[in-house]
């Protein structure tokens, strides 16, 4: 079985600042990760995503993530937010035969100015 | 193509009442999921359509709940008899199959209250 823990449940930053919204999974195969953001009452958007290969991934609207194996994380890591980052992100797993996501709890991001 | 639709929004009911939604895909997407987000939930995994083909459901999905997608391309979930507990975001999404490639893409949701 697999699962997900995000450790914050709110991150408070002020603008311009850098971020870290932390990730941790549990597996006993392989995986692919994901985050998502969720702007209030909408659905999900992809942020990024990694499925192999280099461990540092770029997603849209300037965040990365590195995937570490060893410590079974994916953090996401943004070097300066914007107002317009406020927003709840979530981090999650997928199945390799059918895409099915398991997601954690989410981290909800405030940026404030 | 403008992504994934869902129908209603929003949807108020009363306790004991049978509700519908329904999912617009990604044309082309063979795949469908349902999952439901409760509030400070990250959303849970449902169920997951391959077609037309009903592949798995999760433990979450009572008997109260059934899920069709007959032609392969719009799918609708129904639950019979709400309680309270069902109050959600119901979410659906959509992938092609295609490798490890793929992603899901999501619609803006159906939010249920039950009263």
């Known amino acids: 079985a697999q699962s997900v823990t995000q450790l914050d449940s709110q991150v408070p930053v002020f603008e311009e600042a850098p971020v870290e919204l932390r990730c941790n999974y549990s597996?006993?195969?392989?995986?692919?990760l994901f985050w998502y953001v969720q702007y209030p009452n909408q659905g999900l958007q992809l942020l990024l995503k990694?499925?192999?290969?280099?461990?540092l991934v770029k997603g849209i609207n300037g965040f990365e993530a590195e995937f570490n194996k060893s410590q079974t994380s994916f953090h996401l890591r943004k070097p300066s937010v914007h107002i317009s980052d406020t927003a709840e992100y979530f981090c999650a797993v997928s199945d390799y035969n059918t895409d099915k996501l398991i997601f954690g709890t989410g981290t909800r991001l405030q940026v404030f100015p | 193509d403008t992504g994934v639709s869902q129908d209603p929004r929003h949807k108020i009911t009363k306790r004991g009442q049978n509700v519908t939604f329904r999912c617009d895909p990604i044309s082309e997407h063979n795949r469908l999921y349902w999952y439901r987000q409760t509030l400070g939930q990250g959303p849970e995994f449902l169920t997951y359509f391959q077609n037309e083909a009903q592949l798995e459901k999760s433990r979450l999905l009572s008997d109260r709940f059934s899920a069709e997608r007959p032609k392969g391309s719009f799918s609708t979930l129904e639950i019979q008899r709400t309680e309270q507990g069902d109050s959600a975001m119901y979410l659906c999404?959509?992938?092609?199959?295609?490798?490890?490639?793929?992603?899901?893409?999501f619609g803006q949701g159906t939010r249920l209250t039950v009263v």
């Open positions: 990694y499925l192999s290969g280099s461990t």
């Open positions: 999404a959509s992938s092609l199959e295609k490798g490890p490639n793929t992603e899901a893409f």
């Open positions: 597996s006993s195969v392989s995986v692919y």
